[in-house]
């Protein structure tokens, strides 16, 4: 290893042009006669397993079988009655895990019907079309929610509130709402700003005032948000993230893979967001991917993925740590960080101890490594990051809010969702049930409150 | 290797694929072209009377039923017969004759129905050389509403009369081609006989409209706002024709008569079909229009392994092999018992044939078993209908069994038995007869 090397990371790697073609959409939206000739394959299963697969529920043979009827309004007005967030939902699902895995096309066919894309394709030419509300509010039912957390957990929750007659009052720390959505995603899976195009459209119904830049930092707030409104939801999402837990963590050049996406997702163009020539990403779950396939795609000369465990144990499925390495990232298995070596404050290399399961246990097994990098990209999960939550008097559960099967939280009035609940699985379409699944309670109990038990 | 030429009602061909009387077969070009691709013959877009010639719509003539990925079920023509002059079409059936004497060359002919009319155009006919002639008793638009095509068709009196005209003023084999727009073909096919007739073809088109454009609520294809109902063809309608073709094999008084079957032929298979009922000759039209001339070759092909697999010498040796198996209803033997059985190696837990029977039919395929998505036939509940094997996307994977005499069929309780009943003779029958 060289001692005299300098630290590289720099914007503007590639041939200007080349920016345009990496970050192209990974899965370009179907044509109508692709559509078609798609939705033909589907067999229109009684009671679908896709159906079942669906977080959201989504009715997948009836949709695909009005795209093969020539009927997508009605297609896309089938997805979006389950789900508000179809349109996301379709770019960003891991559906070879979810709908598509359970396509009974699999075992005939060796493929399964293209759920998501058809499901793209209904949504697209929906909020392409001129008239594209489909959707009405109920009669004003004179009630107030306030949903904390623009993401998908509130928006699907205060899209389903506003449609009951219920007024929203939707609140998000950062400037643009939209979560994980718009800061969170990698950016080839969301071209031409779709979460923003979304939620315009979401906020089109009605009955939803937007307030970004309002963050939940005290409990005086939250007390509050209960006083004022009838409801309150919180789908506030992972402030933080965790850490190594190694020394170098400080070093420059250690980015958090997160901030490394968000930066990525917010620059007007890729060749100014910096990245280093060897990049090394330390986790093993979407994030991971999405962080170290565009580091790749950004011009990184090398991208190794490290995960401390098997690639059994990874978070990211299969077919992700594949599309990773056709990619160009080399994913590396039992190796965990041990040391971030030092240049003048900067980084320049990960020591990484192998790893083996004895006993269900993971156990170094003497042997080190060490990989050199310009840039360490932390992909090690989130956390919640938000110590006045529990001051407020919510109880949490392993770190997180924890809620009852209606989502609701130990505070009376108050529902929680997404990948702030003690059951988020980091999954879009899940924090949208749990936005749906709150504003369902929260109806029920608007309309028909409760006698008081306190 | 089994041969396929065939000597049809006197007609020698190469093989037994015809063109028949439609655009493809309109002008030499075309003919010519279908010679080299290895049509064993053609039968000449339909001629009319002597005069200015007809004239065509100069807009969609053409309208299909397509699947979703736009392979074609059925089609529909409004074109005329041929609006080409009566001398160019002679001079250039002499020609094609003339170059391709191995290959059948049937001229299809449409006069009005006056004795004259005939008796003028035949021994113009004859002149060209031809093979011999078909009469288009079946186009069932545009000519029909001058008297002419299925108008004739449907009036057995006219076919007879007709036929008797063409056996008198023609030494050439007469085919009559017979429309399938009647309540029973039948007749038609009789009166054929009773002419003289020495072979019928068929079915001509079927009377359809295609479509309604859902924007302008105007019928589809339409020629200036308006259309009008077509011949419809295609694979759709096979299996009207092979039911047509079946009722005149096996009618006492038709059953012998050359027949030359066409109607959604574009395989190997689909030839077969019509010649295990039949048929000594096939035409196709529908299948050249859609992929050009050279799937002649895949049927010759095709046609000559199956023949060659199941041991036939020649085409001959095929025909008519399954028509002892078509009878009427009432000779079906209602002591036979089958149930449905799902190979469940095979099945891909879609669940159609469940909905199937449990929303339309019997309720008798689970959807369950110990929590578990299974669809299994409940024997004691199963008729045997087919249905499941009908919306099953798996080949092979429903099935029917016949049960054996003396096992019990559970949904009755009685024991399968060996006699045969035909409900001529059943007991719930008050018209039985005793055998």
């Not at chain 1, 559906?95 to 499901?119: D, F, H, K, M, S």
């Not at chain 1, 005290?218 to 409801?231: H, I, N």
């Not at chain 1, 999960?381 to 529990?390: E, S, T």
């Not at chain 2, 000559?304 to 009427?328: H, I, M, N, Q």
Request: proline share 5%.
């Amino acid at each position: 290893m060289s001692e005299q090397r300098k630290p590289d990371i720099r914007p503007g790697r590639l041939a200007a042009q080349a920016y345009a073609a990496h970050f192209a959409d990974i899965a370009p939206p179907l044509t109508a006669a692709q559509a078609v000739l798609e939705a033909s394959r589907c067999l229109y299963c009684f009671d679908a397993p896709c159906v079942q697969a669906c977080p959201t529920r989504i009715d997948v043979p009836s949709f695909i079988k009005r795209i093969a009827e020539d009927n997508v309004r009605g297609a896309a007005q089938s997805i979006l009655q389950s789900n508000p967030l179809g349109g996301f939902c379709a770019r960003d699902c891991p559906t070879e895990v979810l709908c598509e895995q359970v396509c009974v096309r699999n075992v005939q066919q060796g493929q399964p019907v293209a759920i998501g894309r058809l499901q793209r394709f209904a949504v697209d030419r929906l909020l392409a079309s001129a008239d594209n509300q489909i959707f009405e509010r109920a009669p004003a039912s004179g009630r107030r929610v306030a949903v904390v957390g623009a993401g998908p957990a509130g928006l699907a929750c205060a899209h389903a509130l506003t449609r009951s007659g219920h007024a929203v009052v939707l609140y998000d720390a950062a400037a643009k709402p939209g979560g994980l959505n718009e800061y969170g995603v990698a950016t080839y899976k969301t071209v031409d700003d779709y979460a923003q195009r979304e939620i315009e459209w979401l906020l089109g119904v009605g009955g939803i005032t937007l307030e970004c830049g309002w963050a939940l930092t005290s409990v005086e707030q939250f007390e509050k948000l209960r006083r004022e409104y009838d409801a309150v939801f919180l789908g506030l999402g992972l402030a933080d993230t965790h850490r190594l837990g190694v020394p170098g963590e400080a070093l420059e050049g250690v980015v958090d893979a997160v901030e490394f996406i968000s930066t990525l997702r917010q620059a007007a163009d890729p060749a100014t967001v910096p990245v280093g020539r060897r990049v090394v990403v330390v986790g093993g779950g979407m994030t991971a991917v999405d962080a170290a396939v565009q580091a790749k795609l950004l011009g990184a000369e090398r991208v190794d993925m490290v995960y401390r465990r098997g690639p059994e144990h990874m978070g990211a499925s299969q077919e992700e740590q594949d599309f990773a390495r056709t990619r160009g990232v080399t994913i590396l298995y039992w190796l965990a960080p041990v040391e971030l070596l030092d240049e003048g404050g900067i980084v320049r290399a990960v020591r990484f101890a192998r790893q083996r399961l004895t006993a269900g246990r993971l156990v170094p097994t003497g042997e080190e490594c060490i990989l050199e990098a310009d840039m360490v990209l932390k992909a090690i999960g989130q956390r919640l990051g938000n110590a006045v939550l529990a001051q407020c008097g919510l109880t949490l559960r392993d770190g997180r809010l924890a809620v009852d099967a209606a989502g609701r939280t130990s505070v009376a009035g108050v529902w929680a969702g997404g990948d702030c609940i003690a059951e988020g699985q980091d999954l879009t379409v899940d924090a949208v049930a749990h936005g749906l699944r709150a504003a369902r309670d929260i109806d029920r109990q608007l309309r028909h409150p409760a006698p008081a038990k306190e | 290797m089994a041969r396929l030429d065939i000597e049809f009602c006197g007609i020698r061909s190469p093989n037994p694929f015809w063109l028949a009387s439609a655009p493809p077969t309109d002008k030499a070009y075309n003919v010519e072209r279908a010679f080299e691709a290895g049509w064993g013959g053609v039968v000449w877009k339909t001629l009319g009377e002597a005069g200015p010639p007809l004239v065509n719509v100069s807009g969609p003539r053409y309208g299909a039923l397509l699947a979703l990925d736009r392979s074609l079920i059925g089609f529909n023509n409004i074109e005329l017969i041929t609006d080409r002059d009566l001398e160019t079409n002679l001079e250039e059936i002499t020609a094609v004759k003339r170059r391709w004497p191995d290959r059948a060359v049937v001229v299809s002919i449409m006069v009005p129905c006056q004795e004259e009319s005939w008796k003028a155009i035949l021994p113009r006919v004859e002149d060209t050389g031809c093979d011999g002639i078909e009469l288009n008793f079946g186009c069932p638009h545009g000519m029909s509403e001058r008297g002419m095509g299925s108008a004739v068709g449907q009036v057995p009196e006219y076919i007879r009369m007709v036929t008797a005209w063409c056996k008198q003023y023609s030494r050439l084999p007469v085919i009559v081609k017979l429309t399938p727009n009647v309540t029973d073909i039948r007749y038609p096919a009789r009166a054929a006989k009773a002419g003289g007739a020495d072979a019928v073809s068929l079915i001509n088109t079927v009377n359809s409209i295609m479509a309604i454009d859902p924007q302008t609520l105007t019928v589809s294809p339409a020629v200036g706002g308006q259309g009008t109902h077509g011949g419809y063809c295609g694979p759709a309608v096979r299996p009207i024709a092979l039911n047509m073709v079946a009722e005149i094999a096996r009618d006492r008084e038709t059953a012998g008569l050359p027949i030359s079957g066409i109607g959604g032929i574009g395989s190997w298979r689909d030839a077969m079909e019509f010649i295990a009922l039949g048929a000594g000759s096939v035409q196709v039209c529908t299948a050249a229009m859609v992929f050009g001339f050279k799937i002649v070759q895949e049927m010759v092909n095709g046609l000559t392994a199956y023949l060659d697999a199941k041991g036939f010498g020649s085409v001959e040796e095929l025909r008519g092999r399954a028509l002892p198996s078509v009878t009427d209803w009432s000779r079906l033997d209602l002591n036979r018992v089958s149930k449905a059985v799902i190979d469940q190696d095979k099945c891909i837990q879609c669940g159609r044939c469940h909905i199937a029977c449990e929303d339309t039919e019997h309720q008798a395929i689970t959807s369950m078993r110990n929590g578990r998505r299974h669809f299994e036939v409940k024997e004691e509940e199963c008729v045997g209908c087919n249905l499941c094997v009908n919306v099953c996307p798996v080949p092979d994977c429903i099935t029917l069994r016949d049960l054996a005499p003396g096992e019990v069929d559970r949904r009755t309780g009685r024991t399968v038995s060996a006699e045969r009943l035909e409900w001529t003779a059943h007991p719930n029958n008050p018209v039985r007869t005793t055998v």
